[in-house]
């Protein structure tokens, strides 16, 4: 089995591929359908698993260090405080509680910084404060929570606590509008960037949301997206985007100018390694595979990006249930 | 639109679909008997369903990673399909049947499912093109044994079973129709037809997709005789030889028959137990030859013909477990988006006795009345009764309010008839239905506090007769004629 030691470069030489964390597990060291992964105000890595209906106890937030030593797991499924049945997203606030979103029971749940449950927020409905499937979340530099509404098909700013600020949006394909948005993200300067879905772009917002800029087609080529969901915006504020049905990152100046690609490149993990080594008949079949190995590095509908103080880049490798890490260049 | 060809048009949905709400009959209606089945006949020039939600709110469908995530998945998409393209889904859910395959020994569901879309894409096209397909298809080299069927060390199982099972049957009108000599040939030609990967461990990162590939160093080149002909036949040329027999065309005609017609004797009496309708068969067994194998062909001329259109037809068909299910969940509106709780339900069919991808044996499940018994036909009334006596479900609502609007003065009588109409224009048997008006009448009797005299001169309470209603819904679903198409 290849372990992928080498170290390969993105399209454009901006990236280079730095490890891989990631096992299809229910539980302990492992992942289930990753849908969210961010750093926490702790410095280790949270990785949000959506899991299989038919499996719930593979629905958790897991807790690992960035080179992959696991550290525990909260949340489970449920319809009960502190349990999700569809997560959807994962942010921390200013004051490091995790918010967890779950479009099945349209409700953002708060873990305080134990990771503890500590309450939440959100009912369905189409009102002010009231949410239908909530997606993406994020802070802004004030404190703010914006939720991505996604069959209200707008966003929403609300405070902690889950009290009405403001929101903008509606369906359509016009400048500020959405059809299904999925990811949002902010940057240093409070502009917001959704993830437009079912238009295939990406719009951008100033922190009152008026409309800025948008970019992006229906496509396969550079700049065209397959269906867009994570997004991220590092310190130099360029834009990073999983183009979901097209498998592949791809990485935006502030502008919306394409500057490089990222398809996958993704070696055994540590977690793998350890399974294998006690499943040495899968890893010989494995090896006997070789036509094979192409896909097993490859991005299979990767779900969310983010971007840590130090330039690196992770990404949620939803169906092979692992996170592939880039370092910028 | 004459009550005759009402009627007859609902009879073509259950059996080219999987019944039609009152909307869409209204819908088929207008278009014509001739024009109905054209569009049945061409799923493809139907919308497709959105592909990119599924895949958003069910997000291990694309790489189903057990079986009851794939069985959910199939259901889902039957009932989505149901009434946008309903004969690719029954035509998918009659070749699963024939050529049954299981997830017991596959153990991969993405390529288990990948074999139910072959059935979707190519079901309809012609057979001969259908089996090469199905001899390249991973699941079926895997389900089959191909994988280990090698030129110095054959494996039969496939070759026989294509012979029996898939395409000739044992025999027919007395006879055999091949040979062991002819299983054993069309094994050797077979050899080296495999897949690059049968790992079917759970790897770290998840199951990867297997692949069809031919090892030309694995395959027997010597000479081979089959069904009297002689040559060094790959598995191409045996599937060429297979089409072209008549003991093919009858086998096919007899499956497609027994799955949209009328219930035939199970396929091993076959060899000794003539068709029900000769003709019928016959006829089929023609259209076969002059269209060049070609499914679609062949149903087009059963669909229009006297034998299927015949009021003997109708209601005689034993729904499947996949029909009952599906069918109620079109009915009620139910899952048009994705949202959670399809699993629960698509366990009614494995309650009722049809385990979908994973039938008992390559042979398939056995149908007709074989798929009753007093525990399934419990399952089977239950499920119904739970699903159509929900008024949250909006075809039930829809049905419920089209009742109200038609009919101001609701009497036993036109609740029964109105729920018929409304439910897919079920025609039950004149015994049934004053059965059916008797149970309603005392329900009328014990919540008003009598009704007497004619029926309809009494104004009832709106929640009484929503009740009466949905009882009566219940209990349609409860009969002969629901739960026969």
Redesign the interface.
Known sequence: MTTATEHPISQQGLYQYHDVI???SPAGPGFS?P?AVTTGPDGMLYVAS??????PDGVRVSRCTKDGEFLGQFGSWGEGPGEF??VTSLAFSPQGEAYVAD??SHRISIFDAERNFSRSFGEQGSGPGKLDRPSGLAFGPSGNLHVVDTMNHRVQVLTASGGFIAQWGGLGDHEGQFH?P?GVAIDQTGDVYVTD??NDRVQRFDSEGRFLMAFGTSGDGEGQFN?PNGIAVDSDGDIYVCDW?NDRVQVFDQAGGFKDLLIGH?G??K??RT??NA?P??ER??E??V??IE??RRF??P?SVHVDDEGMVYVAD?????VQIYQKL | MPEADRSLMAHLLRRAGFGATFQELDRYCQLGYGAAVEELLHPEQQPAIEE??L??????W??S??I??AL?ESVYRMNAYAGLRPLQEKIALFWHGVFATGLAKVLHEKTMLNQIDLFRESGLGNFRDLLLQLAKDPAMIFWLDNNFNHKDAPNENWGRELLELFSLGVGMDGHENYTEDDVKNAARAFTGWTI????V??????K??W?FCYLPEDHDEGEKTFMGHTGNFNGEDIIDIIAQQPATARFISRHLYNFFVADEPQVPAWQHTPPGDPEAIRILEEEYFRSNYNIRSMLKVLFNSDFFKSDQARFAKVKSPAEVVVGTLHLLGDFTFP??GI?DVALGCRYMGQDLLNPPSVEGWHTGEEWIDSGSLVERVNFVADQVGDIRQPGVREIVDALFDRTSELDPESIIDGCLELMGHVQLHEKNKNHLAGQIRSMLDRRSGSVSGSPGEHRLAEDTVLHCVLHCMKMIGSTREYQFA
């Not at chain 2, 690059?196 to 790992?199: A, F, I, K, L, R």
Request: a positive charge; proline letters at 5%; hydrophobic letters at 35%.
């Open positions: 990631g096992l299809l359908g849908v959506r899991a299989n209906p038919n499996q049945i569809w479009e099945h299904m999925w879905w079912r269906r049905m993704s055994m993990s977690w793998g399974f294998l499943s008949d899968i079949k494995l006997l595979a036509q094979n896909p097993k299979y509908r779900v939803c169906y092979r249930h692992r | 990119d939600v895949e958003r709110y069910y997000i291990d694309k790489e990673r057990n009851e995530g959910t690059d990967d049968d790992n461990a759970s790897l770290p990162f998840g990867l997709p692949r949202k959670r699993f």
